[in-house]
């Protein structure tokens, strides 16, 4: 589930990148860190998403 996680986070990004680089540009001391933290902080989520549902759907198929 991390490559997963991994390519829907970077597509979430790409596809969120402009409203990202807006906000970094009202803060331009801040615009690597605001980019970093936001793409790692849409991997944990896309991340913890997939694995709850993997989780869910693997432990209904056992049953």
Do not use: H, K, R
């Amino acid at each position: 589930m991390g490559v997963y996680g991994l390519v829907t986070a970077m597509v979430a990004l790409f596809l969120t990148y402009t409203a990202v680089a807006t906000l970094a540009f009202t803060v331009p001391l801040l615009s690597s860190t605001v980019i970093v933290v936001v793409g790692l902080t849409v991997w944990v989520v896309m991340w913890a998403i997939l694995d709850i549902t993997a989780s869910y759907l693997l432990s209904e198929d056992a049953a």
